[in-house]
């Protein structure tokens, strides 16, 4: 009897292990894919439903906005009941809220905002205005007043602003000393005009660079134009007078206020009248106004 070599079943195992590697294995079939077919009904509902629906939230906020609007204007919890004006420093409160036509007991949303702006810049010292609603009984006001830089009326004390535009009538009483612009100002001009002669904006620069100690020793000073271009700037009453031109004004103020004090302690106001021609550059020509002639500085 016949015994088989050892080993041999586990080669026979291997060899046929290795056989069923080597077969291709075989295709797993897929499930057929069943097309859906879809309903040409059911879609087209669905296309009209939600412009629907978005039509009807649209005018359920018009209408809820209008029932809003309609309580907000005839609520008397929003009744006009203050009018706050903030940045005046001249003007009078009063006459802005009379000037503006608001009336006590109007809606607040009824208020043409834009009409109350345009009256309370009709004023000429109101250079610019805003106006806003603080509800639910505030109207809020805010104002920038033109600032008066100097007067063109001694007489009826009528100032200008630095742009040249006429203010009116200074009101009430001021300590502040203004100097007086002759010759740019003719009597009947329109408070709100604005003066265009040419050498307004030279005889304001003039004014200001001048302005101070030691010319401001009671009366203010005024400046006038005079021949060239050229202007006079009278101070202390009469009794100093000075010649300037455009050119360099800056530098003749400066030269002047350097030795001003020397020259003026020198002199007392019974004297002659004083000239003083700073036209030269780097000079300063001073000669009693009676006499020709004679320098100092």
Sequence with gaps: MSRPMPGWGAVREREAGANQKARPAKPIPRKKRVASKKNPKAASSRGWLWPAIGFLVFAEVLLLGGHAVRWATTSARFVLGEVKI????????????????????????????????RRIETNPWVRRS?????????????????????????????????????????????????????????????????????????????????????LERGECLSVRPAKDGNLWIRALGGKVNLLVNEENIEAQAAQFHAVAKRILDDWSPPAAPMQMDLTFPGRIIVRPTKFDGGSKG
Excluded at 91 to 103: A, C, D, H, T
Excluded at 143 to 165: C, F, S, T, W, Y
């Design 86 to 117: 903030t940045g005046h420093v001249t003007l009078v409160p009063e006459s802005l809220v009379k000037l503006s036509g608001l009336r006590p007991g109007t809606n607040l949303f009824d208020v043409d905002l834009e009409q109350v702006r």
């Design 130 to 214: 805003s106006i806003r609603l603080s509800p639910p009984s505030t109207l809020r006001i805010e104002i920038e007043e033109r600032r008066p830089v100097a007067l063109v009326d001694r007489k009826n004390a009528v100032a200008v602003d630095r742009e040249g535009v006429i203010l009116g009538p200074l009101p009430g009483t001021t300590d502040r000393c203004f100097p007086l612009l002759e010759g740019f100002y003719k009597e009947g001009g329109r408070s709100g005009d604005r003066i265009t002669r040419e050498g307004f904006a030279f005889a304001y620069m003039a004014a200001s660079l001048f302005s101070g100690a030691p």
